[in-house]
């Protein structure tokens, strides 16, 4: 039942958005189905779990309007059109396009992964509906029993299918092309900033001097020359317990539902593994980072050594990203929630600074935040 393309109208009397949202059900099939708002994510995306026949029958509802955000980066914008159009054509972020998740989405089900099917979508208004995976997120299921190591080691055997298959420079999504994208050094550099942008507001013991900011660029400088001299693989970005489905009647890696791909770039696949294992929002056991290490190394070959070292280079810039998100959450948007993940972010980010691949930053570090080093 793909009904694609339901077009907004552009008048003085243009249809509200809640209007626009019923037509889009309509029109598949859906429009009498009970709605039930899902909690909010951090982006400008709604879903909503749609039902009939009793329960029998459920989809997800994605609503992701496209004002809501900046554009994402075209494929030819040079650096100073990047930085003139702002964060997420910076960052080589989606904005929450619905081309982008139709398009990956057919990618990792292509190459045998359980993302969702597509029954509908419409890009121009930034809707879609979805296969509902239902409520077994990872980081739940866990906590209620379920074998933590066994689930993150079939987290990191998903990743090794990602991360070994090449990517075309776009995939199709209805009748347009979405582009594949590199995580370049801008992209590195910016989310790096957000540390020293916004922790000095946040924590008054970080102190960033006019030279510690030089050294601070060197330092950071190099971790980035070090990330672009790692090989490249298609990476989620958002790949963590909270954004992962478990779907034990599956089989294979087909049992980890995939939800949150739509900012998939040409990166690093240790990022997608800084993201899995050094995650702010819980702790991840020893025993379960060893055994998806383990699986993604037995899957992948390659140096222990060497992906220890490229997770610490790769887990350092992510740590400093993520701990300057929290600090602007909290400070510029009063959302004081991000205090409680902080204390594990900035430990992670302390034990990633310990590998000897970060002792420039490290040395910055004992200069603008030692506190921070002790975490570690």
Same mark, same amino acid.
């Given at each position: ?85 702002g964060w997420n054509a910076q960052s080589r972020l989606a904005a929450s396009r619905v081309e982008a998740f139709v398009a990956i989405a057919k990618h990792l089900t292509n190459i045998g992964l359980s993302a969702p099917k597509i029954l509908a979508f419409d890009l121009e208004n930034g809707f879609a509906l979805l296969e509902d995976f239902g409520d077994a ?65 946040? *924590? ?5 001097? @006019?030279?510690? !900011? /030089?050294?601070?660029?060197? =330092? +950071?400088q190099g971790l980035i020359d070090q990330a672009l001299s790692f090989p490249r693989a298609l990476i989620m970005r958002d790949y963590h317990a909270e954004n992962l489905i478990w779907l034990p009647e599956r089989i294979g890696p087909k049992k980890v539902g995939l939800l949150d791909f739509q900012d998939a770039v040409l990166g690093w696949g240790e990022w *997608? ?5 050094? @995650?702010?929002? !819980? /702790?991840?056991?020893?025993? =379960? +980072? ?61 034990? /990633?600074?310990?590998?000897? =691949? ?19």
């Open positions: 039942m793909v009904k694609i393309g339901m077009l907004a109208l552009q008048t003085s009397n243009s249809p509200s958005r809640e209007e626009l949202r019923l037509s889009f059900l309509q029109a598949n099939g859906w429009g009498d189905a009970e709605r039930t708002p899902l909690a909010a994510d951090a982006s400008t995306r709604r879903y909503e779990r749609l039902s009939r026949n009793a329960g029998s029958q459920t989809l997800m509802f994605m609503d992701a309007p496209i004002q809501a955000e900046g554009a994402p980066c075209p494929v030819d914008a040079d650096e100073a059109k990047r930085n003139e159009m997120i990872f980081a739940r299921v866990i906590e209620q029993g379920e074998d933590e190591p066994r689930l993150y080691a079939a987290a990191a055997k998903a990743l090794a299918i990602v991360h070994q298959i090449p990517v075309p420079p776009s995939l199709p999504a209805g009748n347009t092309q979405w582009p594949i994208l590199e995580f370049d050094r801008l992209a590195l550099s910016i989310n790096a900033d957000l540390f020293v942008d916004w922790m000095p507001a946040y *924590d008054d013991k970080v102190q960033v001097s @006019d030279e510690g !900011r /030089n050294n601070w660029e060197k =330092a +950071k *997608d593994f800084a993201m899995l294992l050094q @995650d702010a929002r !819980r /702790n991840v056991t020893q025993t =379960a +980072k060893e055994a998806a290490i383990l699986s993604y190394l037995d899957e992948t070959g390659g140096s222990r050594e060497e992906f220890d070292k490229r997770l610490a280079v790769l887990g350092a810039l992510n740590a400093l990203r993520v701990a300057g998100v929290f600090a602007r959450l909290v400070k510029r948007d009063n959302k004081p929630k991000y205090n409680t993940f902080q204390p594990r972010q900035l430990q992670l980010l302390a034990q /990633n600074l310990n590998h000897p =691949a970060l002792n420039d930053m490290r040395s910055v570090f004992q200069s603008i935040a030692p506190h921070i080093l002790e975490l570690a």
